[in-house]
C-alpha cells in the first residue's frame, strides 16, 4: 500500500445548508493544499448535548442539523440533473479540482422509493461517485434520565456492505454505530481492505467507555 496523507474534517453546523456546504467545501480544499491525498468528512461533526432534564439538543451531519426538523428539508438523491443535491454536487466538484477522494462523512438521502437512509457517498479524483453506503446499524438508545434517541424512527438501515478501491487503496466504509459489530470489519479485512473509515460521534452516555476502545479494536 502508498504512504498518503489523509486530512480528516470537523465543522460546525448551521441551520443554513448553504453555509455548511461552503464550510465543508473550504475545509476540503485547506486539507489538499496540505498533502491530503485521501480527505473524510465527519457524520456528527458536532455533537452538542445540551442537557434539561431529558431533552438533548444534537448538531450532528455535515451539511444539516441532526433533527428531524431537517433531515427531510436537506436530503438529497444522487441526480446529476438535480440542481437541489448542493451538498453531492459539491463534493463531485472538488475532488475532481483537487484530484483527491472524499469519503464525504454522511448526509441524509433519499433513495428512488422514497425512503431516507443515512449515508456516505465517497468520490474520486475525477469527480466520479465510486460508491455510497448506507448505514446498517441503526442508533437507539433509552437510558431513563439520561438519554432516548431512536434513529430508526427516522431512517431506514441499509443492507449490504460497502467497500471500494480508491487511488490510495481499497476502502471499507461504515457509519458510527456500524463500528460496534466486528463482522463488519472481518468482512471487509477478508475482502482486502487496506483502510476502514468510520466517520461518527457517539453521545456521552455511551460513547465515552466505548469509542476509543472500539477503533483500537478494528485496527
Known sequence: MIQFKIGLCQ??????????????????????KRGAALVVLPIFLLLQALRT??????????????????????????????????????????????????????IPEWSSG????????????????????????????????????????????GSSPTIVDTHVGRIGIGICHDIRFPELAMLYRARGAHLICYPGAFNMSTGEALWELEQRARH
Not at 82 to 88: G, I, W
Open 114 to 157: 422514497g425512503k431516507l437512509y443515512n449515508t456516505c457517498f465517497v468520490f474520486g479524483p475525477n469527480g466520479d461517485l465510486l460508491a455510497k453506503h448506507r448505514k446498517m446499524h441503526l442508533f437507539d438508545i433509552n437510558a431513563p434520565g439520561d438519554i432516548s434517541f431512536n434513529e430508526s424512527d427516522t431512517f431506514s438501515a
Open 53 to 106: 432534564v431529558n431533552s438533548y439538543s444534537w448538531k450532528e451531519m455535515w451539511n444539516c442539523p441532526y433533527s428531524t426538523d431537517y433531515f427531510e428539508r436537506f436530503a438529497e438523491k444522487f441526480d446529476e440533473k438535480d440542481s437541489t443535491a448542493s451538498s453531492l454536487k459539491m463534493l463531485s466538484e472538488v475532488a475532481c479540482e483537487e484530484r483527491i477522494t472524499i469519503v464525504g462523512g454522511s
Open 11 to 32: 465543522l460546525s453546523v448551521t441551520p443554513e445548508k448553504a453555509i455548511n456546504v461552503d464550510n465543508a467545501r473550504r475545509s476540503i480544499q485547506f486539507a489538499s
